[in-house]
């Protein structure tokens, strides 16, 4: 069990476009899903957390404008980067937090496998 | 402030032992985290300890402290596929988690 899931696993695009990111939980409900960012060979940064059919509460410093962030049911969350520049190349990882009694352990964080963003 | 320390890297030999210290404060706590990131990959949940002691699952075993905001992950029998970043993580009041800059480990035949 805890399986999340992310789609596409990577995506190379044109600078201006935008770019649409999926994160499923596949067999357990997440009320709430995270969304990440690692540059190389650095630590996890937190973009948002995103709970379900709620806005999506943004970190300091993240352009809730450009990052946007839908939680639409309990199982499915997406991040469109607008407008992509080359900046915003990066491994980009969800997690959904288990908040069911079906795991082995409730309020865990468990994470999608990433999305490799290149902008051009 | 909120505030989770871990050594940057470590070394260690295939077929050892080797314990990766995590110190911590943080605003509240709902639990402690470790996972394992290998390069390029996301992170996976290894353990999750919220009550002091020792929780072992095969290889891997974590600790945790409360009262001294400590808490280490070992690994035993090294494998050279443990070669990866090692995050510990804290749940706060809010349960929201604090990250840990993570450890290196780099395992030597």
């Known amino acids: 069990g805890a399986v999340v899931s992310q789609h596409p696993s990577w995506v190379i695009c044109k600078s201006g476009t935008s770019v649409k990111i999926e994160c499923r939980s596949l067999?357990?409900?997440?009320?709430?899903m995270f969304w990440y960012r690692q540059f190389p060979k650095q630590s996890l940064m937190l973009m948002a957390t995103?709970?379900?059919?709620?806005?999506?509460?943004?970190e300091q410093g993240v352009e809730k404008d450009k990052f946007l962030i839908n939680h639409a049911s309990l199982t499915l969350s997406t991040l469109t980067v607008t407008s992509a520049h080359p900046e915003d190349s990066s491994f980009y990882i969800c997690?959904?937090?288990?908040?069911?009694?079906?795991?082995?352990?409730?309020?865990?964080?468990?994470f999608g496998p990433g999305t490799r963003l290149t902008v051009l | 402030g909120q505030n989770i320390d871990q050594p940057t890297e470590m070394t260690a030999t295939e077929g050892a032992i080797v314990q990766i210290n995590c110190t911590y404060q943080?605003?509240?706590?709902?639990?402690l985290f470790w996972y394992q990131q290998h390069a390029g990959e996301a992170p996976t949940f290894l353990s999750y300890?919220?009550l002091d002691g020792l929780e072992e699952k095969g290889r891997f075993s974590s600790f945790l402290s409360r009262s001294k905001g400590y808490s280490y992950l070992l690994l035993k029998e090294l494998q050279m596929k443990d070669s990866a970043s090692y995050l510990c993580?804290?749940?706060?009041?809010?349960?929201?988690?604090?990250w840990g800059a993570g450890t290196k480990l780099i395992i030597k035949p």
């Open positions: 997690s959904a937090r288990s908040t069911g009694t079906s795991l082995p352990i409730t309020d865990t964080q468990y």
């Open positions: 067999d357990f409900q997440a009320t709430t």
């Open positions: 995103s709970n379900e059919g709620s806005k999506a509460t943004y």
């Open positions: 943080t605003s509240g706590f709902n639990g």
């Open positions: 300890n919220v």
């Open positions: 993580a804290v749940a706060d009041s809010n349960y929201q988690l604090i």
